[in-house]
C-alpha cells in the first residue's frame, strides 16, 4: 500500500507541474494587477466623485 | 479529475445533438442559479440597513467586492477549468456560492458581509466561467448563439426569482431567504456540476464551411495577450459596456426630470408607469438580446453584427436625448438601448473563441471579460460630468459617441486585425 500512495502523490504533482508553467504566470499575474488596480481606483479617486462605492450593473 | 482538453490525444466519436445541447442546457441552469447573487442583490440591501444600521453605502460595498472577485479572478478562474474541466470546478463553487449566503444569512458585521460577498464572487466567477467556456467548446458551428443563451441565463436569470425572494424577505425575513434561497442554488449547482464535461478532440462536429472564420490553432493566455487584436477588442468591450451603463443610470434622472416617471404608458394591453415600464423591460430585453444577436452573428459574422448592433446602441441613446419628454418615446427608446446593449456578452466571447481557439477558450475569454470590471469602474465618473455641467446631457453624448466609436471600430479596425491575425496562425 506504501507504494500506491507514493504513484498516487507522485502522479498529483505531475498534474500541478502541467498547471504551473508561464500561462499559469500570465493568467495569475492579470487577476493580481486586475484586483489590485481596481481596488486603489475604488479607494483613491471614486471616493472623490460619487457617494459611496457604489457600482452599476 | 481527467485533464480536459478539446485538443487530447485520443480522437472520439463525434456526439449526438441532444448531448451538446444538455451540456448547453446544464450550463444555462448553473448560470440561473447563480444570477440571483448579481441581480437579486439589491432586494436586500434596505432589509439589512434597518436591522443593522449600518448604512446603503457601506453595504453595497460588499456588492463592489463581489464585482471584483467574480470579474477579475475569472482569468485565473478559467484556467484551471480548462485544465481540471468544468466538473469539479463548477462543483466545488455551488458549495461556495450557498456558503456565501449562508454566511450573508448570519453576518452580524459589515466584514463579515464582506467575506460572504467575496466567496460569492469567486463561485460566481468560476460558474459563469465555466458555463460560457462550455457553450463555446461545445458549439464551434453556432458558437454565437450558444453563448448567448448561456449569458442570458444570467442576465435574466433572476427574473424567476425576484418575486419569491422578495415574498420570503416580506413573510420570513432576509435571513430566511439568504439562507434557503443559498442552500437551494447551490444544490442544484452542483447536482448539474455533475453531468457538465468539456468536449473531446472529434466529439463536436467541424463545420464544413462555416460562415465564420475560425483559427486554425490554440492560442494560450500569455500569446492572446500579446495580440494587438485582444486589446481593440478589450478597448470595444469597455467602451460600449460603459456607455450603456452610463445611460441605463440616467434614466431615473431623465425621468424625474421630464416628470414623466409616473405616467401611465400602454404597449400591447400593458399598462406601468413609464419608468417601472422602462425598467422592467430591460430584464426581458436584456436577455432576450444575448442569444438574438449571437445567432445573427453565426449568419453575418461578428464584426457586422457588432456594427448594427453598437451603431443601434448609440443611436438610441442620442435619440433618447431628444424624446425623452415623450413617455411612450422614453419606454421605447429605453429599451431599444437595453436590447442593443447586452449582446456583447455573446459577441465577443464567441470572437474571442474565434480568434484564439477553444483548449483556453475560457482563461481567453475570462481574459476579455474582466473589461466588465473595467467598465463598471469608469460609470461613477460619469458623475463627474454630470455635476460639472449640471445635467445629463454630457453623459449621454459620451456613451453615444462611445457606442459609435466602438462600431465604427467593429468594421475597420477589428475585423481587418483579425484577419491578419488569423491568417499568421
Known sequence: MPVQLSQASSQDWKRWDAVFDSSFDAVCLFSFLGVILSLVFLLTIVPAFDDGLILTF | MAMASASGPAATAQVSEATRWGQLLFGVICMVMIANLQYGWTLFVNPIDQKYHWGRAAIQIAFTIFVLTETWLVPFEGYLIDKFGPKIMVASSGGLVAIAWVINSMADSLFLLYVGAAIGGIGAGVIYGASVGNALKWFPDRRGLAAGLTAAGFGAGSALTVIPIANMIQSSGYEAAFLWFGLGQGIVVVLVALLLKAPEAGEVPVPASPAVQQTRRDYGPAEAIRTPVFWVMYAMFVMVGAGGLMA???????????????????????????????????????GVCRPFFGWVSDLIGRENTMFVAFLIEGLGIYALLYFAANPLLFVILSGLVFFAWGEIYSLFPATCTDIYGRKFATTNYGMLYTAKGTASLLVPLANVLTNATGSWHAVFYVAAILNIIAAVMALFVLKPMRIRTMARS
Do not use: H
Open chain 2, 248 to 286: 441605463i443610470a440616467q434614466l431615473a434622472p431623465i425621468a424625474n426630470d421630464y416628470k414623466i416617471a409616473s405616467v401611465p404608458v400602454s404597449i400591447l394591453g400593458l399598462t406601468l408607469p413609464a419608468l417601472t415600464f422602462a425598467l422592467t423591460i430591460d430584464r426581458v430585453l436584456n
